[in-house]
């Protein structure tokens, strides 16, 4: 069976390390923000190239105490990709924000910078205060023309980073572009812990002293809450000591995701699948996952597993046609016309460290036979 990695088989490289850091945790007695934290924190930090970093419960909570603590307030409008995760927003609700969707790039499946334009000279546009680019499948987004139209605008940015840990544009780590980011180490991510975790990166200090207030229950002097009282969204010190034994392997890691998509991007080349982008030298992706598209997702899929290969399937339903957030999709056909395409043709195929060049060529073959048969 050819699969993307479990999170068990993740930890294979550094199981002993693992097992001997929760052990100091569990030996010293601290297990709320203590020192593994305040250590991660820096860690991650100075790793990704921000002044600041702030641990949370999990990715949702990164998100939405981002966009509380840039200042979105009750109604504001906050542009987001409807082909994204429910997470996502999820936390823009949580936040007290009024999703806005807007469609995405054919290429990279992420927010377009052209058509967020468009949606910002629209009827739709007018209560928008802050974006939330999402740099899905490890894609990083366009964040230099995002960040020109906010500064244009007025908006605040707040990336959403789950999947993209160590992805770059220009040689500037994505988390570092906007007002503040928000990360997951959910058990299946490029740096995953083992269990749910979150962090918010900024380089602005008060941004990242909100962020601190907020997680902890609106203490900035303790038992004394301020603001709305904040919340409980804290990251334990045994997820941040895992954390601390993966993040020195994880340039490695991404190395290595970026040696087997090029595997794919080599043996797939000719067929009629949409590949996702290249590494290019200006834009640098992780891949998180090797998000393929084609009109025939579902019979590929199936041909696959015939085959003991296991292609996901992710996120097949948009946002906006979501019963929990249909409110909000926008009037008239079109208007999300790339994203809902995207969301009816994607289809993952296994890539992670662990897997082989061989296993690669394997799950390609088989890709290509089930084009060449003309089954697509």
Known sequence: MIANADPKANLATCDAEVRAAITRVLDSGRYI????VAAFEGEFA????????????????????ALRA??????DGVVVPANTVSATIAAVVAAGGTPVFGDVDPATMTLSPERLRTLLRSSRGAAVRAIVP???YGQPCAMPEFMALAGERGLKVVEDCAQAHGAAIGGREVGTWGHAA????????????????????TNDERVAADVQALRQYGWRERYVSSGDGGRNSRLDEIQAAVLRVRLPRLDTENAR???????????LAGTDLVLPPSPDGELVPVFHQYAVRTPGRERLRVWLEARGIVAQTLY???????????????????ALAVCERCCAEVLSL???????EAEVREVAAAVREWVTSGRG
């Open 46 to 65: 100075a790793w990704l190239g921000a002044k600041a970093c702030v641990t949370v419960a999990n990715g949702t909570d990164a998100i939405e105490l």
């Open 257 to 267: 995701r970026r040696e087997l998509a090029a595997v794919y991007a080599r043996e």
């Open 350 to 356: 296994p890539v992670h460290p662990a897997l082989t």
């Open 316 to 334: 097949p339903v948009p946002l906006h046609r979501q019963p929990a957030f249909a409110q909000w999709a926008p009037d008239g056909a079109g």
């Open 134 to 136: 999402v740099h899905l």
């Open 70 to 75: 840039v200042g979105v307030r009750a109604g």
């Open 182 to 201: 928000a990360f997951s180490f959910y058990p299946t991510k490029n740096l995953a812990a083992l269990g749910d975790g979150g962090a918010v990166a």
């Open 33 to 36: 923000l203590g020192p593994e």
